[in-house]
Nanobody, 116 residues
């Protein structure tokens, strides 16, 4: 079965950095479009970043452009989100998402809290 396991969240001060990881199993990772989403309290889940199967193309929400970087290692079945210059408004649960053909799957999420 498809499994996506996020890690790397935590508490960080404004201006700090975190690196999230999402380990995938149960499907052909190298064929899947991978994305990170986030959901803040009281808000809808929003798309943060997407990376194509080869890693050659990436897209970002305007709110994170220039600060976040999505990458993938197909040999390790893992997608990453490097988050720099974090702001309090980045506080949210971050979710990994895979899309393979018509099928999409979610991880359980990892909490990121940006606060002094």
């Amino acid at each position: 079965q498809v499994q996506l396991v996020e890690s790397g969240g935590g508490l960080v001060q404004p201006g700090g950095s975190l690196r999230l990881s999402c380990a995938a199993s149960g499907f052909t990772f190298s064929n899947a479009l991978m994305s990170w989403y986030r959901q803040a309290p009281g808000k809808e889940r929003e798309l943060v970043a997407t990376i194509t199967i080869s890693g050659g193309n990436t897209n970002y929400a305007d709110s994170v452009k220039g600060r976040f970087t999505i990458s993938r290692d197909n040999a390790k079945n893992t997608v990453y989100l490097q988050m720099n210059s974090l702001k309090p408004e980045d506080t949210a649960v971050y979710y990994c998402h895979s899309k393979l053909g018509l099928f999409g799957s979610w991880g359980q999420g990892t909490q990121v809290t940006v606060s002094s």
